[in-house]
């Protein structure tokens, strides 16, 4: 079993910054890809960004050059550093991740609980 611990979000002023964290802990033998989602209210999760084990990186139009994106495979933990917030940022940040787990291989495809964004004008 794959859990995924996020951390990090929180209230911010526009044009602040916050990283948020996402750990996964487990029998993970390898991680094909991680990312972040996004969910504001009355409004469909979206995707953030996304990074493959190979170094893929995927990042939605809105965020470009103001979120980064970065893995560390030992720690098994994907991270997003949030720049130059806008209040259109707020929104419930999932942590999404596709790992190789367990002893026997398997892939499983893993969701975070959520951690609240704030970015107040």
């Known amino acids: 079993q794959v859990h995924l611990v996020e951390s990090g979000g929180g209230l911010v002023q526009a044009g602040g910054s916050l990283r948020l964290s996402c750990a996964a802990s487990?029998?993970?033998?390898?991680?094909?890809?991680m990312g972040w989602y996004r969910q504001a209210p009355g409004k469909q999760r979206e995707l953030v960004a996304t990074?493959?084990?190979?170094?893929?990186?995927n990042y939605t139009n809105s965020v470009k050059g103001r979120f980064t994106i970065s893995l560390s495979d030992a720690k098994s933990t994907v991270y997003l550093q949030m720049n130059s917030l806008k209040p259109e940022d707020t929104a419930v940040y999932y942590c999404?991740?596709?790992?190789?787990?367990?002893?026997?291989?398997?892939?499983?495809?893993?969701w975070g609980q959520g951690t609240q964004v704030t970015v107040s004008s």
């Open positions: 999404n991740a596709d790992l190789v787990v367990g002893f026997g291989g398997s892939t499983v495809d893993s």
């Open positions: 990074i493959a084990s190979g170094g893929n990186i």
């Open positions: 487990g029998i993970i033998l390898g991680i094909n890809r």
